[in-house]
């Protein structure tokens, strides 16, 4: 049983290019999430979903756009890095609801120069 | 607006001693708690979680907390620290009627020492 699973788990950038994180759980759970951490700021929420083919913003959702087209899987795209979004984003999901505890992925180390 | 704060950033603790780490929350209806722990290069596991009843809640690897509403908080506990226990905790709320979504503390590292 895997759990959350992130790919890939560290990647360098270059200014105004594009890419995606994968994320992917083999949980059956409904809801999915993304984070970013930052040293002294926790965890801030970018995009979630409450179900398959549903997102929705978070707190932080400027420059970033997700996709839930499969249940299991749970995408964000960055479609210009910045050097702002230099960061570790984490994956989650939970059962049913945002009062149930939420499963983590290891994290993707991101580096935009 | 819903928040969490955990006050003390960084924390070092003797082996054996014992641990308590702060978490407070704004006013909400029907709080759910939990204490995430982080180990370096990892994700946040889950330690253990407060929905409604009793309020010292058990967790793992020997961790507890307690939920006392008239101060706001859950307040996590170790009778005797190892170290391997060495990690950032993750206080999180989840105020229900309120923001909807989880807010996560910013963290205190615990450093322990021989």
């Known amino acids: 049983n895997a759990g959350v699973t992130q790919t890939p788990k560290f990647r360098v950038l270059k200014t105004g290019q594009s890419m995606t994180l994968l994320c992917a759980q083999d949980?059956?759970?409904?809801?999915m999430y993304w984070y970013r951490q930052d040293p002294g700021m926790g965890l801030r929420l970018i995009h979630y979903s409450v179900g398959e083919g549903t997102t929705a913003k978070g707190e932080v959702p400027d420059g970033y756009n997700v996709s839930r087209l499969k249940k299991q899987n749970f995408l964000l795209g960055l479609e210009s890095a910045a050097p702002s979004q230099t960061s570790v984003y984490f994956c989650?999901?939970?059962?049913?609801?945002?009062?149930?505890?939420?499963?983590f992925g290891d994290g993707t180390r991101l580096s935009i120069l | 607006a819903q928040s969490v704060t955990q006050p003390d950033i960084h924390i070092t603790v003797s082996e054996g001693a014992s641990l308590e780490l702060r978490c407070n929350y704004s006013y909400g209806a029907t709080p759910y708690l939990f204490w995430y722990v982080q180990s370096p290069g990892q994700g946040l596991q889950l330690l253990l979680k407060y929905f409604s009843g009793d309020t010292l809640v058990q967790g793992i690897k020997g961790f507890e907390a307690e939920f006392k509403r008239s101060q706001s908080s859950f307040n996590l506990r170790k009778p005797s620290v190892h170290w391997s226990d060495a990690a950032e905790y993750f206080c999180?709320?989840?105020?229900?009627?309120?923001?909807?979504?989880?807010?996560f503390g910013t963290g205190t590292k615990l450093q322990v020492i021989p």
């Open positions: 989650a999901s939970s059962y049913s609801s945002d009062a149930q505890p939420q499963h």
């Open positions: 949980m059956n759970h409904e809801y």
């Open positions: 999180a709320v989840f105020l229900s009627g309120g923001y909807q979504k989880v807010t």
